[in-house]
């Protein structure tokens, strides 16, 4: 099962923050999507994530100033 969360407009540490709390209602082995436009949270909510053992799936640029990340829950 896959979960989406649109943090457009969330700067950091708000976006890590919220992913984090997301992340904490699903399951281990979930994954989610999450839409991020403020460039910085492309590099800083990857590397938190990991450091909390969480598997970054993908990282990619979908249009001018907006980014998907996909996150398996760690489990």
């Not at 590099?43 to 990619?60: A, F, Q, Y």
């Amino acid at each position: 099962m896959s979960e989406k969360l649109d943090l457009r407009g969330e700067v950091c540490p708000f976006t890590f923050v919220k992913t984090k709390l997301k992340l904490e209602t699903m399951n281990p082995g979930e994954e989610l999507e999450v839409i991020l436009d403020y460039e910085p949270a492309t590099r800083n909510v990857p590397r938190s994530l990991k450091n909390e053992g969480h598997e970054v799936l993908d990282l990619r640029q979908v249009k001018e100033n907006e980014w998907v990340l996909k996150v398996r829950k760690k489990g």
